[in-house]
């Protein structure tokens, strides 16, 4: 059902869904709550922490409109237990018409600074005897364009209702396990009545969307393997001999996975491996030296990266380890006249190894003797557009790279087609990176620890979760942030990078960054994975209770990279139980593959193939006995929505009973 079937979507709106990728109001169904407003207790100021969101009851006893710095404010005295304090709202003149002095209660962020008093800031409010809205627990949903909460609220409870939502699991299965309806759990995550209904609802929604995509790899893999036709000429003295290019010795992981690799590549059978390994474990060094067998053996290679940076940084180690070979990098950015060059060389077999991100996978990008594909951080990419990548060569072999390491249990699951190498060992030259968790009284020292170490030519990365505030102000913004820095640190370059930003943009200022120009970047995810600046020694990250432990843990990785000491400071943006103990996971744990399983134990499987997934995972698949066009994107899963954990044991059971049945599918 198309989204402009819905009578409240208007054509603008449709535009800002569509930049949500949502087209259809099954998708809008499929949009899932990022956090919830909890207004189910109401809790007294003093019990609260700074930062702290949350619901209080109060009693207004006067109401004035000021101006600070040419912005009018509207400033509220108010009562609670004895104890005095201030709400205030900034560019709302009109709440001073709306305010009068009695009971209230407020849902908002508290201001609780040492020295300074409390105050909320930009409440939202309503008359206590008269409490019809701030009540339950409100869905917040991710926003774009001009969508505000109240529109997508509005949206998605009309989708739900204009929907059919109905379970592709057989029904003898949904009755064995006692699964509640799919639209029953729909209408617990976007309107729960309580935390429960949220556990419950979302549990159910992601035990069917696992089920679906792993039916999907099943049919897509085949689970059968394919007959080798690229024959490799290189012996395993000459792939030794490419190793001692490298600056460093290979440790026994990275043998064991170059020892796979060699095997494979000498087997009847192609190959088809993903090498998984924590962050900084040389993995990238074992991807070359696949890309060595290829043309040394005379045939071309590729490798594809998630982000222009990523693939420029990879397009360049290429260069420096391939001096004898032809090696091009082909993005987005790239002049036409140049893409024109580099594809016509690729056709003729004139270019040896090419480097870039989904430009690779374009229909007028033709390989003349393509044999290896390297894919590398394979969670930024949906499984259709990897086999796209693949197709471009008969009989091509695949090496699926991850630095987000993955449990044995979940490996088994999502990649059970697939041999997996894992590298636990790192260099014995890494530095282990020190990991603190900092409340908002030291951050003075931080920054003047900042400062200093930019004067020792050190360089700082600042990551915040969003690029703009958000409508309830607690979560700090890149663009915030970076004005507020160019304050505390006087003398300090900084640049200012994210996702919004053109690919040019963002290369000169990572390049910048990374020669000298800037000491500190201030930056939203979109330097995660794979940025390689060995001066970077320190990371700082705002709202660190909002990321996945995996998702800090590839944060972290962006520094210690070099010879120095490096450090990790976390700045949660609320000192509650639940947030501080998933924080000290991550504070006394280097190893990934341990903190995967926490975050798998804490909140789920969402962050293993949530938010951060794309591709639509079933695009590929054809004549299935169930109706795909309901069936799941796995960018749906929010890493926020789905903190309950669902049961791995009950969920692989159920996969393998609907494989048995999906055997005689066949794909055209």
């Not at 237990?81 to 560019?91: L, T």
């Not at 040394?296 to 004898?324: H, W």
């Not at 070979?325 to 036409?336: D, Q």
Request: hydrophobic fraction near 35%; glycine fraction near 8%; aromatic fraction near 8%.
């Amino acid at each position: 059902m198309e989204l402009n079937t819905l009578r409240f979507i208007s054509e603008k709106r449709e535009k800002d869904f569509n930049k949500l990728n949502i087209y259809t109001a099954e998708e809008l169904c499929r949009h899932f709550p990022r956090s919830y407003l909890d207004m189910t207790e109401v809790t007294l100021l003093r019990d609260a922490y700074h930062n702290d969101t949350l619901l209080t009851a109060c009693e207004v006893l006067s109401v004035e409109t000021n101006r600070y710095a040419r912005r009018p404010y509207v400033k509220a005295m108010c009562q609670q237990s004895g104890h005095i304090f201030s709400a205030v709202w900034f560019n709302q003149p009109y709440v001073a018409s709306k305010l009068k002095r009695g009971l209230y209660l407020f849902y908002g962020r508290v201001q609780n600074k040492f020295g300074m008093g409390c105050s909320m800031v930009n409440p939202s409010f309503e008359e206590a005897d008269k409490n019809k809205y701030l009540k339950g627990l409100i869905p917040v949903y991710p926003l774009a364009g001009s969508l505000t909460q109240g529109v997508v609220r509005t949206a998605v409870r009309r989708a739900l209702t204009k929907c059919a939502v109905e379970t592709l699991i057989p029904r003898q299965l949904v009755k064995k396990y006692s699964l509640i309806p799919l639209k029953e759990a729909y209408q617990k995550v976007h309107a729960p009545e309580n935390k429960h209904d949220v556990a419950e609802g979302s549990e159910r929604i992601a035990l069917e969307e696992y089920f679906l995509l792993i039916s999907a790899f099943k049919v897509i893999k085949g689970g059968r393997d394919d007959a080798r036709l690229n024959r490799y000429g290189v012996t395993a003295e000459q792939v030794r001999k490419f190793e001692e290019r490298f600056p460093f010795g290979f440790t026994q992981g990275q043998k064991r996975a170059v020892d796979d690799i060699f095997e494979n590549l000498n087997s009847p059978h192609k190959m088809n491996r993903l090498l998984q390994g924590d962050v900084g474990s040389g993995k990238t060094a074992v991807a070359l030296t696949a890309v060595y067998m290829a043309v040394a053996s005379g045939y071309q290679a590729v490798m594809i990266s998630p982000t222009e940076v990523l693939a420029r940084q990879n397009g360049s180690l290429l260069e420096k380890y391939f001096p004898d070979y032809c090696v091009r990098t082909l993005t987005g950015s790239t002049p036409a006249s140049e893409k024109r060059e580099i594809k016509k060389g690729v056709a003729s077999g004139g270019v040896n190894i090419l480097c870039g991100t989904h430009a690779v996978i374009q229909k007028d990008v033709a390989f003349a003797n393509l044999a290896l594909a390297v894919c590398d951080e394979q969670h930024r990419f949906g499984v259709a557009q990897r086999a796209s990548l693949s197709d471009k060569g008969e009989g091509c072999d695949v090496l699926i790279m991850s630095a987000t390491p993955i449990p044995r249990t979940l490996s088994l699951i999502f990649y059970g087609d697939l041999d997996i190498t894992s590298i636990k060992d790192k260099p014995a030259s890494r530095q282990e990176i020190t990991t603190s968790v900092i409340p908002e009284r030291k951050y003075a020292d931080m920054y003047r620890y900042v400062a200093e170490q930019a004067k020792l030519g050190n360089k700082t990365y600042f990551v915040c979760p969003k690029i703009e505030g958000d409508e309830e102000g607690t979560v700090m913004s890149v663009t915030e942030l970076y004005e507020e820095l160019k304050g505390k640190l006087p003398g300090v370059r900084i640049a200012l990078m994210h996702g919004r930003m053109k690919d040019k943009e963002k290369n000169e200022i990572m390049a910048e960054f990374k020669g000298g120009g800037y000491d500190c970047l201030v930056s939203t995810t979109v330097i995660e994975v794979g940025v390689d600046v060995p001066q970077a020694t320190t990371m700082i990250i705002y709202n660190a209770e909002r990321f996945g432990l995996s998702q800090l843990h590839q944060l972290r990785g962006r520094v210690g990279r070099g010879d120095k000491k490096s450090y990790c400071f976390l700045l949660p943006g609320t000192r509650s139980e639940e947030a501080l103990e998933r924080l000290s996971v991550i504070k006394n744990n280097t190893d990934g593959f341990k903190i995967a399983e926490e975050d798998l134990r804490l909140r789920g499987g969402g962050d293993f193939m949530g938010t951060r997934q794309s591709g639509r995972v079933l695009s590929e698949i054809k004549n299935l006995k169930f109706p795909v066009e309901t069936v799941f994107t796995a960018k749906a899963i929010s890493d926020e929505a789905f903190s309950g954990l669902f049961d791995v044991a009950l969920l692989t059971k159920i996969a393998s009973e609907k494989y048995e049945s999906l055997k005689e599918v066949t794909l055209n």
